[in-house]
């Protein structure tokens, strides 16, 4: 079964990349073929081609100007219940033979894994939706390097204590793959990738503070204008000067929307394939209880056309569909590739690669809640603008993580705040959701300033 | 300038020729594609027709394994190769980067179309083309074999059996055991507009545990991990014994562990490992690309004291077999002992050639890339506090109230303003002079330069780590060794949950 995808999208690709869809299905289904006959039970090849164009601007003359292609082979074979994987760069029939030379010799010698294995010919999609992944329309080196010095212009001239840029940069990435599995798929599709980005420095007697915005979209056009994203960076250098430390007292939070998010990854990963079978998470066994408060819902969008994180299958070849992961406080649904699934006994979700556009609704939000209205909510305590440090203990949802932003009190912002740790667990903070925001901050997981109870701020 | 003692147990030094790693990657990279120098001389000579001021060509192979064993049975492993070429012409500050994964005479002709003419091409002079190659040759630092003929594949497997018993049968409130094996071989060959040809062959192997101990409904997880640039002999039952223990260890104590207190108390860093610290807070702010903007919080501090009396810190690429060493760096300039603070007065910045053209200093060999198809930049290599004159024990007997870190996951830093986060997952607190109990999820908070001033007392057992650190910046991540004595910082912000 060849999954065609002959739409417009897919013909204006054709004329981009160096290789044609038809070759690149040839040699995934080929891989397969030659895996099969040298005797293993199952093979899974994925071949990809991409490109990229970066420039990078600094005091308005181009730094960097990068033009790059490349290819990669990726292989899997299995030995009834052993496996083996390679990979390579070289896809000369030499190199493809070699690489599965490798992957063969593997699977002599790892361990037997009965929840292995290929995704199962119903779960997989056979007429995968085109979703514009792919947008032909690209800047030349020129036109980005001329994007790049508008938006760097724009921070530079944004204040006068603006003191120093690190540039801003433009990429352009384009790409196509095709997977083939012994299962019966072959099917691949083409996406593109435009972003802008800008970072300044801001600088006073007491130090020198840095601000960064950027933004990424399947479509260079959907980009907001260079000098927006230009002066944002600078409205953060700016808004950062005299930072200062807090005395620990337990708070209020209001995480700014584009961390948020940041927040809704960590609850996705808990809920996520490995950390479920492993037992290795603080949401194990969750299913069906309540997870965040009964105004919260948690959706997934697999399919919105040029999302940041649509697809039409999973890495698998499993065929996606958008779900209500959170209703109403509570949990639907885990993300789970075909290994897990089996591992846990229950209905592959289609997740292997991860979780698709996600967006945190909450049904108490009001159109006017922007950030200032949350900022009034949230009345004393601390806004949080950035995250430093990783600090997350996935098995037991203890959080501890060093941050930034603002303090607020009387409603309003009073002065900026840095060098001061956020602490809690996450079970408990997913529950002591007060508010979600109507400033939703578009990037793959989408939600708004949320709101949290009380978390432990440790400083000085 | 006070010694340092490595982390893993002693290793004879490598006794592969010279000459061998121009030779071989000669023949890897070159002679196999039918390349020759002759061709690269013209391939340089095509990128800098527009009076640029430096151009390379990186060429690279490079073949990775992972092993991964989970829940008793090595479940997965994988073998990667990835080979290619980066050209690199550089007019003033600005750089045009190309590469190639073919390694072609056609490839290399698109590169020169690609990389030459730059924006302010003409503007200067340019480097002279060379006529002919000089090859260089350096004393190795660590042998020329792959890891990956080191052992049969058997082997591999029975090695992480061995780990793995030894780790779940420890205790009986160890549910499980994951670990890792992972080995990489890159033979590189950098050939310059200066006439400089230099290669080398690089192997790297890790071993990674990780172990997860459950006791009255809690669980918590411990971590090992030893490396470097050996090959599979380099794990032999007794370094494969102490990592069982040491992440048996601190599952267990983790298990008994109470949250971190939350506040502003001093902190005592154990040797070796808790080099993060120093890595995040002070390491990338050193960084020449950086200071060479101004955009770190250690611009134009050179001659300054910046630190603490006492506080020397070195960055050094040329240490035999350490994960964070090379013997060339990867502009083909020869790794080195970098002096970067003496008794707290900041000496000089890591440099790479750019940078250090731009601050009329000299190169330093601490020029990185990620692979042929990432731009170098100044990356650190081993990076460390050199040891002072005290006692580790008087150190901590010092403290009336503050928190022993021997164990540091890892942090972040902000090089503008200075600020630094690293997360301790584990730690214990000192109690009048004393470590008595453990404590979790403590996230140590900063201002690199003020901590740094802040270092009161360094202990005299300065060691570097035992070789599984990873460095991130700008997406690409180099392998690197971190290290320093048990040192005391006054008055540290610790986020703890309590």
């Not at chain 2, 964070?324 to 008794?343: A, M, P, Q, W, Y």
Request: a neutral charge; hydrophobic letters at 40%; charged letters at 20%.
């Amino acid at each position: 079964m060849t999954v065609d995808s002959t739409s417009a999208a897919s013909r204006s690709a054709a004329g981009h990349f160096l290789l044609s869809k038809a070759t690149l299905d040839a040699m995934a289904s080929g891989l397969v073929k030659q895996a099969l006959g040298r005797g293993a039970s199952d093979a899974v090849a994925r071949v990809s081609e991409s490109d990229q164009l970066l420039v990078q601007v600094r005091d308005f003359r181009p730094e960097t100007l990068e033009k790059s292609q490349r290819q990669v082979v990726s292989l899997t074979v299995y030995n009834g219940s052993r496996s083996g994987s390679a990979r390579t760069s070289d896809l000369s029939p030499k190199a493809l033979s070699s690489t599965l030379d490798a992957a063969w010799h593997i699977a002599k010698y790892t361990g037997s894994d009965s929840w292995s294995g290929p995704a199962e010919a119903d779960l997989l999609e056979t007429s995968p939706l085109d979703l514009e992944l792919y947008q032909a329309r690209s800047p030349e080196a020129e036109e980005a390097i001329e994007a790049a010095r508008r938006a760097e212009r724009a921070a530079m001239t944004a204040g006068a204590a603006i003191a120093n840029s690190n540039g801003a940069r433009v990429s352009v990435q384009h790409g196509q793959f095709s997977l083939a599995t012994s299962r019966g798929f072959v099917g691949g599709y083409a996406h593109s990738s435009h972003a802008l980005a800008c970072s300044v420095i801001a600088a006073n007697a007491a130090g020198m503070q840095d601000g960064e915005w950027g933004m990424a979209r399947r479509r260079y056009a959907d980009l907001d204008a260079p000098e927006t994203i230009g002066r944002t960076a600078a409205r953060r250098a700016l808004d950062k000067l005299d930072a200062r430390p807090l005395k620990t007292e337990r708070m209020p939070v209001l995480f700014e929307a584009s961390v948020a998010a940041s927040l809704v990854g960590s609850l996705v990963a808990a809920i996520s394939g490995q950390a479920l079978y492993l037992g290795r998470s603080f949401l194990t066994g969750s299913l069906g209880q309540l997870l965040l408060p009964e105004h919260v819902d948690l959706h997934e969008t697999p399919h919105e056309r040029r999302g940041l994180a649509s697809a039409p299958f999973d890495d698998e070849g499993v065929r996606t569909r958008a779900r209500e992961v959170i209703k109403e406080g509570v949990l639907q649904g885990y993300f789970l590739s075909t290994y897990a699934a089996r591992r846990l006994a229950m209905p592959c979700t289609g997740h292997a690669g991860g979780p698709y556009n996600l967006s945190l609704f909450s049904s108490r939000t009001a159109a006017n809640d922007g950030l200032d209205a949350m900022v009034r909510r949230l009345h004393r305590g601390l806004l949080v603008t950035e995250f430093m440090g990783h600090g997350v203990n996935p098995v037991t949802g203890d959080y501890s993580r060093g941050v930034s932003g603002f303090w607020v009190e009387g409603g309003e912002i009073q002065h900026p705040v840095h060098e001061v740790t956020v602490s809690g667990n996450l079970k408990r903070m997913f529950l002591d959701i007060a508010a979600i925001g109507a400033d939703v901050h578009m990037a793959p997981t989408r939600t708004g300033s949320i709101l949290v109870d009380s978390l432990l701020v440790a400083g000085r | 300038m006070k010694g340092i003692t490595w982390g893993g147990p002693a290793v004879a030094a490598p006794t592969t020729s010279a000459k061998h790693a121009l030779e071989t990657a000669s023949a890897y990279l070159l002679h196999r594609h039918d390349l020759d120098e002759a061709i690269l001389l013209k391939t340089l000579s095509a990128m800098s027709t527009s009076g640029s001021d430096y151009a390379d060509l990186y060429f690279q192979s490079s073949h990775g394994e992972v092993w991964e064993l989970r829940e008793g049975i090595v479940r997965s492993a994988t073998s990667s190769i990835d080979q290619g070429v980066g050209a690199r012409t550089i007019y003033g500050d600005e750089t045009r980067f190309a590469y190639s994964q073919a390694l072609s005479v056609a490839a290399l002709e698109q590169l020169a179309a690609a990389t030459r003419g730059g924006m302010t091409a003409g503007r200067s002079p340019g480097a002279a083309k060379p006529s002919r190659f000089q090859g260089r040759h350096f004393p190795p630092i660590y042998a020329a074999g792959d890891p990956h003929h080191s052992a049969e594949a058997s082997t591999k497997v029975a090695l992480l059996e061995r780990l793995e018993r030894m780790a779940r049968l420890a205790d009986p409130r160890i549910t499980q055991v994951t670990a890792r094996l992972s080995g990489g071989y890159d033979i590189v060959l950098v050939a310059r507009c200066d006439g400089c040809l230099a290669a080398d062959i690089r192997p790297l192997v890790r071993l990674a545990l990780e172990v997860t101990a459950e006791f009255g409904g809690a669980k918590e997880i411990g971590t090992s991990g030893a490396g470097g640039r050996f090959d599979y002999a380099y794990f032999t039952g007794e370094l494969l014994a102490s990592l069982a223990a040491r992440a048996v260890d601190m599952a267990l104590a983790s298990l008994e562990a109470r949250p971190a207190p939350a506040g502003t108390m001093d902190v005592v860093l154990g040797p070796g490992v808790p080099g993060v610290l120093l890595h995040e807070a002070v390491g990338h702010g050193l960084e020449g690309d950086f200071n060479r903007k101004g955009s770190s919080a250690f611009s134009g501090c050179v001659g300054q004291q910046v630190a603490a009396r006492g506080v020397t810190v070195v960055d050094d690429g040329s240490m035999p077999h350490r994960r964070g060493s090379l013997r060339i760096d990867d502009e083909g300039n020869e790794t080195r002992s970098t002096v970067l603070i003496e008794d707290g007065v900041l000496k000089g910045y890591m440099q790479d050639t750019l940078n250090a053209r731009l601050m009329g200093v000299p190169v330093t060999g601490n020029a990185r890339r990620a692979s042929y198809a990432a731009l170098p930049m100044p990356r650190m290599t081993n990076t460390y506090m050199a040891s002072g004159s005290l006692d580790p024990r008087e150190v901590i007997a010092s403290v009336k109230k503050g928190l022993y870190v021997t164990d540091l996951n890892g942090g972040q830093v902000d090089i503008t303003s200075g600020q630094f986060s690293m997360e301790a997952s584990l730690a214990f607190l000192i109690e009048d002079g004393r470590i008595t109990a453990p404590v979790k999820g403590a996230t140590l908070i900063g201002n690199g330069p003020e901590v740094l001033r802040r270092i009161s007392m360094i202990g005299n057992d300065a060691q570097i780590d035992a070789g599984i650190g990873v460095c991130g910046k700008a997406g690409q991540s180099v392998p690197v060794g971190l290290g320093q004595p048990t040192l005391k910082i006054d008055g540290m912000t610790v986020g703890g949950a309590s």
